[in-house]
């Protein structure tokens, strides 16, 4: 099983100019089986004039789709019935979805996706996918214990946590060095990473990093890809299954989203 974790930068690409065909391009090139995507506007215009841009991912891929509205944007009087939030591609049934807000409300909202799946096996799958707070890592802490409060209900069974978690996991750098070149690649880009206390909390619950072991940048695709903000978390009796984990960064890749796109091999 193909599973693809996404940014798609509220369907523009870096030259402000509409994306949907490039996502599309992308994701049938890597033909994953579930993908979550973040920074989704929905209902957003697609080339065909009577689908939103999601459903015709949906539907020129053969998946089913699903959609978690967080928040509305900061042009809702423009356009009052555009929420921003998560959304779910699956290639196998959607049995039930769930949106669940995260966000202390002193700050912007955010969400989780819940999408329970049945896989060819006729075994249910929980895709959860989520978008964390841009910048303090106090408030990505809470979002994270409100998550983990939702999906404690999928413990010790296959799922899966995916999304752009704003954040970094320390094991990335091996030694103090290679940590302090990266806080000042942060620092002079007005990121103040100086704290990563998520990763480790996801860890501590039972979660595998599926590209530990392989990590790569994921951001920023106009800024020279420096940091790794984009996560696929294994529940852990997936650790064994993990067969591959990688960074999608072809040269269409590079301009479809500030984000780049992941991918882990499971094996089911």
């Known amino acids: 099983m193909k599973i693809l974790s996404y940014n798609i930068r509220n369907w523009q690409n870096n030259r402000g100019e509409s994306n949907v065909r490039q996502v599309l391009e992308i994701l049938k090139g890597v033909e994953a089986d579930l993908i979550g995507l973040n920074e989704v506007l929905h209902p957003h215009p697609s080339p065909d004039p009577d689908l939103s841009a999601l459903d015709f991912l949906a539907?020129?891929?053969?998946?089913?789709?699903a959609f978690?509205?967080?928040f509305q944007p900061q042009n809702a009087f423009r356009l009052p019935d555009v929420?921003?939030?998560?959304?779910v591609l699956s290639r196998y049934p959607i049995l039930a979805t769930a949106a669940h807000h995260l966000t202390p409300v002193v700050h912007n909202?955010?969400?989780?996706?819940?999408a329970r799946i049945l896989l060819p096996d006729h075994t249910p799958f929980t895709l959860y996918v989520t978008?964390?707070?841009?910048?303090w890592e106090d408030v990505r802490v809470q979002q994270a214990r409100a998550l983990l409060s939702w999906t404690v209900r999928d413990r010790g069974k296959p799922h899966a946590l995916v999304g752009d978690l704003n954040t970094y996991n320390p094991a990335d750098f091996p030694t103090e060095d290679a940590l302090a070149a990266f806080r000042a690649k942060a620092e002079a880009r007005g990121f103040?990473?100086?704290?990563?206390?998520?990763?480790?909390?996801?860890?501590?619950?039972?979660?595998?990093?599926?590209?530990?072991s392989n990590p790569q940048p994921t951001w920023n695709t106009e800024d020279a890809l420096w940091a790794r903000m984009d996560f696929i978390?294994?529940?852990?009796?997936?650790?064994?299954?993990?067969?591959?984990?990688?960074?999608?960064?072809?040269?269409?890749?590079?301009?479809?989203?500030?984000h780049l796109p992941v991918i882990a091999d499971v094996k089911l």
Do not use: W
Not at 83 to 87: E, H, K, Q, T, V
């Open 109 to 114: 909202q955010r969400g989780l996706l819940e």
């Open 59 to 65: 539907r020129e891929l053969g998946m089913e789709a």
């Open 192 to 212: 103040t990473f100086f704290r990563a206390e998520v990763i480790p909390l996801l860890l501590k619950h039972g979660y595998v990093d599926a590209c530990a």
């Open 131 to 135: 978008h964390l707070e841009a910048k």
């Open 233 to 258: 978390l294994l529940a852990d009796p997936l650790v064994d299954r993990i067969r591959a984990c990688r960074t999608l960064g072809t040269p269409t890749a590079r301009v479809v989203s500030d």
């Open 83 to 87: 929420m921003s939030g998560n959304a």
């Open 68 to 70: 978690g509205p967080a």
